[in-house]
């Protein structure tokens, strides 16, 4: 059973930094593009960043030039290093793996950013 286990969410000022983590387990995860996502209370979910396994990366706009999306293939995990936080990206963000099959996600993890 496909599992994705992430970490490094919290309270944080404006302008500081977090990086969350996310471990895949329980299958086989080449070809297969991870990510992060994030919902704000009464907003809809978005994409923030994902990577495939080649290293392609895809960014949100909004988030350009401040996150930086990275994975090491051999740990199946996938990384979000998140500088120079606004109050704007306060969300819960879910880690996301997904190929022409499925899809899996994780339970969520808060990111709280305060002015």
């Known amino acids: 059973q496909v599992q994705l286990v992430e970490s490094g969410g919290g309270l944080v000022q404006a302008g500081g930094s977090l990086r969350l983590s996310c471990a895949a387990s329980g299958g086989s995860f080449t070809g297969n593009r991870m990510g992060w996502y994030r919902q704000a209370p009464g907003k809809q979910r978005e994409l923030v960043a994902s990577?495939?396994?080649?290293?392609?990366?895809i960014y949100a706009e909004s988030v350009k030039g401040r996150f930086t999306i990275s994975r090491v293939n051999a740990k199946n995990t996938v990384y979000l290093q998140m500088n120079s936080l606004k109050p704007e990206d306060t969300a819960v963000y879910y880690c996301?793996?997904?190929?022409?099959?499925?899809?899996?996600w994780g339970q969520g993890t808060q990111v709280t950013v305060s002015s």
């Open positions: 996301n793996v997904r190929n022409i099959f499925t899809e899996y």
């Open positions: 990577i495939t396994s080649s290293g392609d990366t």
